[in-house]
Structures are given as C-alpha cells and as structure tokens.
C-alpha cells in the first residue's frame, strides 16, 4: 500500500514538473519580488522600486508592497509603484501575449484605473496604451488595448473584493483579448461578462508605446489629464510576461497556485497547497 501511495505521489511530481515546463514555454519576464527587488528573475526586463516601494513578507515567499493608502495630489508623483523600462521583448505589436499576477487590493485602495499592470501613454481616454489592467473601484476592473483609431477597451463588474487575493490574467491571440479573474476565497476562474465584450476583438498592429515602461502600481492621466495619476494601496506578486496566449487551462492552473520561471523548483512542494493558504497578508 504505501508503494502504491509513493507511486502516486511521483506520478503527481512528474505531472507538476511537466505543467510547469509547459508553462515556461514562452515565458518571457517573471517578478515574483522574492530577492527582495523588482528585478526580472528570468530575463533582462529589470524593474525599480519607485518612492520607497518595498517588498513584504506573504508568508510564502515576497510580495510587492505598494503603501498608498492616501492618492497623492494632482501633479505629484510621490506614490510608490514599479517601473519596468520598455523593451522589444515587452512590445507586442503583433497582438499576442499574456499577463498574470496576484493582487491584494486594500479597503480603499482600488482606486479609478489604478493599474496593476500596464504600459502606454495615458491609461485611458484614448487609443494611448499597450495592455492595461485596472481598478476602477472596490469591485471593478477596466481592461484592454488600442490598435489604429481605436481604444479597445472593456469593463467588467463585481469581479474582485478588497482584502483578499485574487488572481488576474490578460489573454491576447492576436483576433481577440479575454480577461479572467479567479477568487481565492471561492477558487472559480471565469471570464466575466463585460457590456464592451469579454472576450475583446483586437485588430493588430497594436501600439506598443516604445517610449513607455511598464507601470505597476499606478495609472496616468486619469479622465485624459496630465498629472492626475492614481496610486493602488495593495500589495501584487507573481507577475508574468509572455510573449504568446496562454490556454484556459494554463489560467486555472497559475490561478491553483502554479509558479513558474526562477521558482519552478518550488512546485513538488506545492502540489496540494493553494494560493489561498500560501499567500497570506
């Protein structure tokens, strides 16, 4: 009996190890903040910590602690986020790539188009950004990406509570982008309903806003005017880059708990723990 258990066991070890090697496939920036930095633990796309943000202990593993519990005033660019600078590998004209993170949103702290993750010139108002993904309130989220005329943009509603975490994923393949949102407290992936279309048409080439880094943490230009930027209060982790779609269900499996890149060699460690019961405030 206990061979048979050990079998089992190994057989879930290969399982894991190959998921993951999966995952890995075009897999092209990790920051997972457990250096204590913002650096990219597999390629060259380093980030800066920006007006003291810092990483905390989440119990597994860093998390990035984003302390903004009050918005800084208009033109004042005092609140903490992490800024990547551009790169060709960070620059997906084609239309085809995909984003994955955690976010842990604090009471108040989800403020309007506050982003988690984004790149480009404005982070709405116009046809002025790469990818955003964004707060819009204590339960909202806006999406999207512009190509030539257009700001691609999608609402969905009811999609994440503050004070506790959830993981976020942006699928683009290149005719259309999908949001997913999983709840650690209920576990249910889904792609939720949006009035602009959840799944989102795209029509490539889209802007990609060489110009522009990544932003974690804040978004620019809120309501299209210059310095009214808005901070998140939340801590993110786990925040991944690739340079193609991923599949339904390489979503659910990142939202199970799922780590890839430099931390891979953490998952037999991980196969019957959730996020839920690893990345604790």
Request: some cysteine.
């Amino acid at each position: 009996m206990k061979h048979i258990g050990l079998l089992f066991i190994l057989a879930l070890m290969v399982f894991a190890t190959n998921s993951y090697a999966e995952l890995a496939d075009g897999l092209i920036s990790v920051w997972n903040f457990d250096d204590g930095s913002a650096n990219d633990s597999i390629g060259s796309n380093d980030g800066a910590f920006m007006n003291g943000a810092s990483t905390v202990d989440a119990e597994f593993g860093m998390a990035l602690n984003l302390d903004n519990p009050e918005n800084p005033a208009t033109g004042e660019n005092t609140g903490q986020y992490v800024e990547v600078p551009s790169s060709a590998s960070l620059e997906q004209e084609d239309g085809v790539f995909s984003v994955s993170l955690w976010a842990y949103v604090r009471t108040g702290g989800g403020r309007d188009h506050a982003a988690m993750f984004w790149k480009g010139e404005k982070v709405g108002w116009g046809a002025l950004f790469m990818v955003r993904m964004c707060t819009t309130n204590a339960t909202n989220m806006t999406w999207g990406s512009c190509w030539e005329g257009t700001e691609g943009w999608f609402a969905t509603d009811n999609v994440y509570a503050e004070e506790e975490w959830v993981h976020l994923a942006y699928v683009a393949d290149g005719t259309e982008a999908k949001a997913y949102v999983t709840s650690s407290v209920t576990g249910d992936t889904v792609i939720p309903t949006s009035a602009q279309e959840n799944p989102k048409p795209i029509t490539p080439p889209l802007f990609t806003f060489a110009d522009h880094p990544v932003e974690i943490g804040v978004g620019r230009q809120v309501g299209g005017n210059l310095g009214n930027d808005n901070w998140l209060d939340a801590m993110i982790d786990e925040v991944y880059f690739w340079d193609r779609a991923l599949s339904e269900d390489e979503v659910r499996d990142l939202a199970g708990g799922a780590l890839v890149g430099a931390v891979s060699v953490e998952a037999q460690g991980k196969l019957a723990t959730t996020w839920a019961h690893i990345k604790k405030p």
